[in-house]
């Protein structure tokens, strides 16, 4: 699965939160934009494999050293619509648990066209 392999127009995905879902060899990967960054998830829940990538973005509720509450707008994490496992979505892991983790893919653009780098 080596390679350099194409996946949208850039226009397509130009907006913070858009993403598009492909398909490489066989596996289905999705390339989100995150506050105008490209990160790219196998559309593949480690819990029961369920289709991840597919679920709602949102930011999350934090706690600082401190214990003093806040929200992280960013929407940089995914909620799998089966049972509601969040993934942090520039580095694959699960927000509560790290050691589950989807596969991630580097993503280059080309001349305006997005590529997932296998
Ligand atoms: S399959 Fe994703 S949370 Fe269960």
Redesign the pocket.
């Known amino acids: 699965m080596c390679g350099r392999h194409k996946v949208t127009d850039e226009s397509t995905i130009a907006e913070p939160g858009e993403r598009v879902l492909t398909e490489v060899k066989g596996v289905e990967i999705a390339v989100f934009n995150v506050d105008g960054e490209y990160y790219a998830l196998a559309n593949f829940?480690?819990?029961?494999?369920?289709p991840?990538c597919e679920g709602p973005t949102q930011g999350r509720v934090t706690v600082d050293d401190d214990l003093e509450w806040g929200y992280d707008d960013e929407e940089r994490h995914v909620v799998?619509?089966?049972?509601?496992?969040i993934f942090d979505v520039t580095t694959g892991t699960n927000i509560d648990a790290e050691q589950y983790a989807v596969p991630t893919y580097d993503v280059e653009v080309d001349d305006g066209v997005v590529f997932i780098v296998t």
């Open positions: 829940c480690p819990h029961q494999s369920g991840l799998c619509p089966w049972h509601g496992w």
